[in-house]
């Protein structure tokens, strides 16, 4: 019998914490960034979504393989 392929709970926590500390770190440069005016404030606070997005999308695309 073929048996499917089958990950630890833990792999997926640690790319969970990966995830939230990129973008805790993404996050608050950005918003320094913002704050000191190098970037509009708008797009300095919507830029770590816009790139979590691009990182959740490629996973996303990369579990239905």
Do not use: C
């Not at 805790?24 to 970037?39: P, T």
């Amino acid at each position: 019998a073929v048996r499917p392929k089958r990950t630890t709970t833990g792999v997926g926590l640690g790319i969970s914490l990966a995830i939230i500390l990129a973008y805790y770190v993404i996050f608050n440069a950005l918003r320094v960034v913002g704050e000191q005016g190098a970037l509009p404030p708008a797009l300095a606070a919507w830029l770590p979504n816009m790139i979590l997005y691009g990182v959740g999308l490629g996973l996303l695309i990369d579990a239905s393989r």
